[in-house]
């Protein structure tokens, strides 16, 4: 069991250095997709469906977002979104007020370190009108999560997820539900699943093949050392991280030119780059990887998982997508 997860306390001065801009070309076959057309796949949770719920996010102050969660029907209890996480997991808190059942021990695997932390039965945790039973969760520290728990890929796989930047939402959808939803969304691509994340290979970093990870648990994104040397870019500042075990990593920032997916080119985006065990656990320590982390997902309105099709949706700005639309067309005339 491992969590990738990490909370970079990174000063709002370094943060502001990033002037990040974006730019639409033709799609190729190497970014994804068949050339020109969106994929028919992908589902989206569908607003007209009503076992589709909406609920409101808080932001943290790493600007990450929570929801209130029920634990053995005592709460609520503020727990963070992480999509980089493969575990649900609780704090201290909930577990000396709640008084969980013991279930061994498990490694916990952050950005920065590997440590053995507690195991806790919990029988049922609910957000919303959505419930998840018989959960073996391990036990972090409030301080290091920023949060009373975290909200992990494991309680979210059963379900069609929808993160709205622009109105502060998450709908989920259960998979089983039928449903054809997939309108608004410029970018969609192919996911690989592994060790229970959903790997995005076919990203372009300054021109360089890169697996992504989404990771709204992370303020910024962060790249591992495969990826630094591929891009040969030497212009660095260090900073420094913690993680979920509350252990401290060193890293370098450096603003790289471009970041592709499938027809959108971010230009000028600040990474941060460290060598870290979570990308060692996913078996990509050799291989370029960046964890894309909530500082550049608000560069898109919506992104979607659709874990039953493996598939990850972006919804761009309208400027842009009328922009890719063009694109496209222009693109097939040829």
Do not use: C, W
């Not at 932390?117 to 290091?144: K, R, W």
């Not at 060692?280 to 291989?287: A, F």
């Amino acid at each position: 069991m491992s969590l990738l997860s990490a909370l970079p306390a990174i000063s709002a001065s370094l943060l502001a250095s990033s002037a990040a801009s974006i730019a639409v070309e033709p799609p190729t076959s190497a970014q994804g997709l068949e050339i020109g057309a969106l994929d028919t796949g992908a589902i989206a949770p569908d607003f007209a469906d009503p076992t589709t719920e909406i609920l409101e996010l808080e932001q943290d102050r790493a600007r990450r977002y929570t929801v209130p969660v029920m634990v053995e029907g005592q709460g609520p209890f503020d727990f963070m979104i992480d999509t980089g996480s493969q575990a649900t997991a609780v704090t201290s808190i909930i577990n000396n007020r709640l008084g969980l059942t013991p279930s061994g021990t498990a490694t916990v695997v952050g950005m920065a370190s590997r440590r053995d932390v507690d195991l806790v039965e919990v029988a049922e945790m609910s957000f919303g009108e959505q419930t998840i039973y018989d959960l073996i969760s391990p036990v972090l520290e409030a301080e290091n999560v920023g949060a009373h728990g975290i909200l992990g890929l494991d309680s979210l796989q059963d379900y069609r997820v929808l993160l709205d930047f622009r109105e502060e939402t998450i709908a989920v959808q259960d998979i089983s539900s039928k449903s054809d939803y997939r309108k608004g969304f410029e970018i969609v691509v192919r996911a690989n699943p592994q060790f229970g994340q959903l790997l995005i290979t076919d990203a372009l970093v300054e021109g360089v093949r890169t697996t992504i990870i989404i990771d709204t648990g992370a303020q910024t994104s962060i790249g591992n050392l495969a990826l630094r040397e591929r891009i040969r870019n030497k212009r660095a500042q260090e900073v420094v991280t913690t993680d979920v075990n509350g252990v401290s990593m060193t890293g370098q920032m450096q603003t790289v030119r471009s970041l592709k997916l499938e027809g959108l080119e971010v230009s000028n985006v600040a990474l941060t780059f460290a060598d870290t065990p979570a990308f060692e656990v996913l078996g990509l320590k050799d291989k370029p990887v960046l964890a894309l982390g909530m500082q550049h997902l608000r560069i898109f309105d919506r992104v979607a998982i659709d874990f039953a099709e493996q598939r990850v949706l972006f919804d761009v700005p309208r400027d842009v997508a009328r922009a890719m639309r063009r694109s496209r067309q222009g693109y097939r005339r040829y």
